[in-house]
């Protein structure tokens, strides 16, 4: 007994130099010694904890089974943390609780086994994850509502884009019915022009829903399929020729002789690179020239590897600022002094883009002489008999010699809400030579079908009440149940998605397309489905 007295004599100096609260039981439990952290901790003193169970320091719900743990302790003593994964719990003479950390340590000596148990009162370190905790909670809380409002705004940007196109459309295709309709050059000039400047609109809507998504876009978001590569590049130049032409600038292009006409990849996004390549060159150029380059870097059997460039002789970009014009929302000239428009977005949509389609946009440039951007961009070789109709207006002599009904012999129902926008679909559908009748909504057009015999149906996506989705639906569900002969339908949208697309395949119609519907189109659209 000496001994051991003389044992914890000795270990009470050294554990009373130890900064946490240190308790050493014996195999009852009995507290036989600790440290003055120990008083300070709990708020006992020497005397008072001398003696007693241990239990007596932790919350009363604790107890019983701690006394069968601490049994259990003792037949396979070793050093460990106790209660690992488990919030713990000490108990202060007034009562009060608080999270401990304790550690468990078995003692042996001549007189048998101790155990030291060192405990921590980590409070703030607990109140700390909780504050973390409940700001990650109050984050993911907001990130959510953030989501709900970015997708709320996306959808009503969407939808305004549609309400703001179906008008412009209309301006779009009766400009071109005036252009093909006048016979003095000055006036199928200025009609020209006008079509353009209606073409040069829809191209900002499109750059405001760029913008809104440009922050999700992954590879989910790519849309692949054949397209002529010649027809881009041609569109772009007859749409930002107006712009060009009142700066005095001249607008140039030129693809290589030897590269393939047709190619497989996501056009859509491939010809919002170049618009916006090609707006931020008119942007910053006042005199000389700007050209769109296309050249062939290497052939395979079923790939090609395209340099796409746009040179301007513009102000150049000074050499300190060339890493930062792909940042979002930065501006050359501050927008405080008026020289330039913008918001800083276009090369910033173009870079996500690039980089989406596995290039790598680049650019050259010396002030004051002019700035090249350019990028590479290894494309699937396609079949260009497979170009969707909304994507190619060049209407070869095969698919018009395979046509051979006249289209006096054939009827059209036309479906638009839109007053303008039916008048214009009605003049390019007359110039054509068809038969058609109209219906403002899709419940007059559902009547219409079941009371008469049409051999192609054009609508609208955007209509009141059954909308033109739904209307194929109907028609396509009556068809089946009266064993007619399903009648090609073609959706007309404001939208650009191609997720709009496959909504309208998936529902029934043979293809969806962007307005404006050009006599081309229309004229493709009979050689496929009215041969």
Same mark, same amino acid.
């Given at each position: 007994?000496? @001994?051991?007295?003389?044992?914890?004599?000795?270990?009470?100096?050294?554990?009373?130099?130890?900064?946490?609260? $240190?308790?050493?039981?014996?195999?009852?439990?009995?507290?036989?010694?600790?440290?003055?952290?120990?008083?300070?901790?709990?708020?006992?003193?020497?005397?008072?904890?001398?003696?007693?169970?241990?239990?007596?320091?932790?919350?009363?719900?604790?107890?019983?089974?701690?006394?069968?743990?601490?049994?259990?302790?003792?037949?396979?003593?070793?050093?460990?943390?106790?209660?690992?994964?488990?919030?713990?719990?000490?108990?202060?003479?007034?009562?009060?609780?608080?999270?401990?950390?304790?550690?468990?340590?078995?003692?042996?000596?001549?007189?048998?086994?101790?155990?030291?148990?060192?405990?921590?009162?980590?409070?703030?370190?607990?109140?700390?994850?909780?504050?973390?905790?409940?700001?990650?909670?109050?984050?993911?809380?907001?990130?959510?509502?953030?989501?709900?409002?970015?997708?709320?705004?996306?959808?009503?940007?969407?939808?305004?884009?549609?309400?703001?196109?179906?008008?412009?459309?209309?301006?779009?295709?009766?400009?071109? $019915?005036?252009?093909?309709?006048?016979?003095?050059?000055?006036?199928?000039?200025?009609?020209?022009?006008?079509?353009?400047?209606?073409?040069?609109?829809?191209?900002?809507?499109?750059?405001?829903?760029?913008?809104?998504?440009?922050?999700?876009?992954?590879?989910?978001?790519?849309?692949?399929?054949?397209?002529? $590569?010649?027809?881009?590049?041609?569109?772009?130049?007859?749409?930002?020729?107006?712009?060009?032409?009142?700066?005095?600038?001249?607008?140039?292009?030129?693809?290589?002789?030897?590269?393939?006409?047709?190619?497989?990849?996501?056009?859509?996004?491939?010809?919002?690179?170049?618009?916006?390549?090609?707006?931020?060159?008119?942007?910053?150029?006042?005199?000389?020239?700007?050209?769109?380059?296309?050249?062939?870097?290497?052939?395979?059997?079923?790939?090609?590897?395209?340099?796409?460039?746009?040179?301007?002789?513009? @102000?150049?970009?000074?050499?300190?600022?060339?890493?930062?014009?792909?940042?979002?929302?930065?501006?050359?000239?501050?927008?405080?002094?008026?020289?330039?428009?913008?918001?800083?977005?276009?090369?910033?949509?173009?870079?996500?883009?690039?980089?989406?389609?596995?290039?790598?946009?680049?650019?050259?440039?010396?002030?004051?002489?002019?700035?090249?951007?350019?990028?590479?961009?290894?494309?699937?070789?396609?079949?260009?008999?497979?170009?969707?109709?909304?994507?190619?207006?060049?209407?070869?002599?095969?698919?018009?010699?395979?046509?051979?009904?006249?289209?006096?012999?054939?009827?059209?129902?036309?479906?638009?809400?839109?007053?303008?926008?039916?008048?214009?679909?009605?003049?390019?559908?007359?110039?054509?030579?068809?038969?058609?009748?109209?219906?403002?909504?899709?419940?007059?057009?559902?009547?219409?079908?079941?009371?008469?015999?049409?051999?192609?149906?054009?609508?609208?996506?955007?209509?009141?009440?059954?909308?033109?989705?739904?209307?194929?639906?109907?028609?396509?569900?009556?068809?089946?149940?009266?064993?007619?002969?399903?009648?090609?339908?073609?959706?007309?949208?404001?939208?650009?998605?191609?997720?709009?697309?496959?909504?309208?395949?998936?529902?029934?119609?043979?293809?969806?397309?962007?307005?404006?519907?050009?006599?081309?189109?229309?004229?493709?659209?009979?050689?496929?489905?009215?041969?």
């Amino acid at each position: 007994m000496d @001994s051991q007295l003389s044992y914890f004599l000795r270990l009470s100096s050294i554990i009373e130099a130890m900064p946490d609260a $240190l308790v050493i039981i014996d195999k009852s439990g009995h507290i036989i010694l600790i440290n003055s952290q120990t008083e300070h901790l709990f708020g006992y003193t020497r005397a008072e904890l001398l003696g007693e169970y241990v239990e007596s320091l932790m919350p009363e719900r604790y107890r019983s089974k701690h006394v069968h743990h601490r049994d259990n302790y003792f037949l396979r003593p070793t050093v460990r943390s106790m209660g690992a994964a488990l919030e713990l719990f000490g108990m202060k003479k007034d009562g009060t609780e608080f999270p401990v950390d304790i550690s468990i340590s078995p003692l042996k000596t001549d007189e048998g086994i101790f155990t030291l148990a060192a405990l921590r009162d980590i409070s703030k370190a607990v109140d700390a994850i909780s504050e973390q905790k409940l700001l990650k909670e109050q984050l993911y809380s907001k990130n959510k509502e953030l989501e709900k409002q970015n997708r709320l705004k996306t959808e009503f940007l969407a939808n305004m884009s549609h309400d703001i196109r179906t008008p412009l459309t209309g301006v779009i295709g009766l400009s071109k $019915l005036l252009e093909k309709m006048v016979q003095d050059s000055e006036q199928k000039k200025y009609a020209q022009w006008l079509g353009e400047s209606g073409k040069q609109l829809l191209n900002m809507l499109n750059v405001i829903l760029d913008t809104i998504s440009g922050e999700n876009i992954d590879e989910a978001n790519l849309k692949e399929e054949p397209f002529e $590569l010649k027809q881009i590049i041609q569109e772009i130049y007859y749409l930002e020729l107006p712009s060009t032409l009142t700066k005095g600038i001249e607008l140039k292009t030129h693809i290589d002789t030897k590269i393939p006409p047709c190619f497989v990849s996501d056009h859509i996004k491939i010809r919002r690179i170049l618009l916006n390549l090609l707006g931020n060159a008119i942007k910053f150029t006042q005199a000389g020239d700007i050209k769109i380059e296309v050249k062939l870097l290497n052939q395979e059997k079923k790939h090609s590897l395209l340099n796409f460039s746009v040179t301007d002789t513009g @102000s150049g970009i000074p050499y300190e600022l060339q890493d930062k014009v792909f940042d979002r929302f930065f501006r050359l000239a501050p927008s405080n002094q008026g020289t330039y428009t913008g918001r800083g977005l276009g090369l910033d949509i173009a870079q996500s883009y690039v980089n989406l389609l596995g290039g790598k946009i680049l650019l050259t440039s010396t002030p004051e002489v002019g700035t090249t951007f350019y990028f590479d961009l290894l494309l699937k070789i396609g079949d260009i008999k497979q170009i969707p109709l909304a994507n190619n207006e060049t209407v070869s002599q095969s698919s018009t010699a395979k046509n051979e009904r006249p289209a006096n012999t054939l009827k059209l129902l036309l479906v638009e809400d839109n007053q303008i926008a039916l008048l214009a679909l009605e003049a390019v559908v007359n110039q054509a030579g068809f038969r058609y009748s109209t219906a403002v909504d899709g419940e007059s057009a559902l009547d219409l079908v079941k009371s008469e015999a049409f051999d192609l149906i054009i609508t609208d996506l955007g209509l009141p009440g059954l909308s033109g989705v739904d209307l194929a639906k109907r028609i396509r569900k009556f068809e089946k149940m009266h064993d007619r002969r399903p009648v090609p339908i073609i959706g007309l949208t404001g939208h650009s998605e191609s997720k709009i697309k496959d909504k309208c395949i998936k529902a029934g119609m043979n293809d969806a397309i962007t307005k404006p519907i050009s006599p081309e189109i229309l004229e493709k659209i009979k050689g496929t489905y009215l041969a």
